[in-house]
């Protein structure tokens, strides 16, 4: 994950208020059942795609092997590592997190009926996010826990919501940990550890030579091939956002952000506790 990452998430947070805040309740009801709709479909794909479909998809694509993403979707299809229409299951399960809030709120605002409904394409939807053994899913639940923290009215309990939440965390890193292919039993000497060790360590030397301003947005791929031994593999990421983080913006960088958001958030909190009524559209 790099700054421009952040920037997306960023955006996504403040088009997330503008559309709860400003738009049309029946605009925001159009949009959340659109949402819905097109997470339902997606996620009965990735299903239907971990139990049944991934051998079909995998001899359909098979003639474009070719390709740099139709490769890697086929090494995750041959591990059956759902990706449903996406070319990653990361991205997948990134699509499906993000689009949780949105199903959440729909549930919260429909009629009885049409919550079960919303309820049901919820399960599915972080059922298919599991299926894609992505670890970014335990990330996100993981988030969602922390911002329940600062929650003053939550649409169920506190305690209810901290317990599913944590045993969400449980299942989707014992999936990720059971199925995963990629990962051996000693998880320390696995593929996919060596090669997020190597990326820190690298992105570790980058911090220490540029510590005070960092390589600039988007520089860490430039840097990254100048610290490579034969044992590491090339890459435009540490995977490790706030290592990244670091690297390209230096500790000045980072320290100002960090006040810039909090300032972004302190400053909504006023706006939404203030008397004024917002403008609807």
């Not at 610290?227 to 540490?238: G, Q, R, V």
């Not at 500790?251 to 609807?280: A, D, E, Q, Y």
């Amino acid at each position: 994950m790099s700054i421009n990452n952040l920037l997306l998430f960023v955006s996504y947070c403040i088009f997330l208020c503008i559309i709860k805040e400003i738009i049309n309740e029946k605009y925001i009801t159009l949009f959340l059942k659109s949402v819905s709709i097109l997470v339902l479909l997606l996620s009965i794909f990735a299903i239907y795609q971990f139990f049944w479909g991934y051998k079909h998809t995998y001899l359909e694509l098979l003639p474009f092997k070719d390709d740099f993403l139709i490769s890697k979707t086929l090494t995750y299809l041959k591990n059956r590592r759902v990706s449903s229409t996406f070319a990653l299951p990361t991205t997948f399960a990134a699509f499906q997190m993000i689009s949780l809030p949105w199903l959440i709120l729909n549930a919260k605002n429909s009629t009885y009926l049409y919550k079960i409904l919303s309820c049901i394409i919820v399960f599915l939807s972080l059922f298919s996010a599991i299926l894609s053994q992505s670890f970014f899913v335990a990330i996100s639940f993981l988030i969602m826990l922390l911002v329940l923290v600062f929650l003053k009215n939550p649409p169920l309990s506190k305690r209810i919501a901290f317990l599913i939440i944590i045993l969400l965390i449980g299942i989707s890193l014992f999936v990720s940990f059971y199925l995963r292919k990629d990962i051996s039993s000693d998880i320390l000497k696995s593929n996919t550890i060596q090669m997020r060790l190597g990326n820190w360590r690298i992105a570790k030397d980058i911090i220490m030579n540029n510590i005070i301003w960092g390589v600039g947005i988007g520089n860490f791929q430039l840097y990254y091939p100048k610290y490579m031994t034969n044992l590491d593999i090339e890459t435009k990421y540490a995977h490790n956002f706030l290592i990244q983080f670091i690297a390209e913006l230096g500790i000045i960088g980072f320290i100002t952000s960090i006040i810039l958001f909090l300032f972004l958030i302190v400053s909504f909190n006023k706006i939404r506790k203030s008397n004024v009524n917002p403008v609807r559209i």
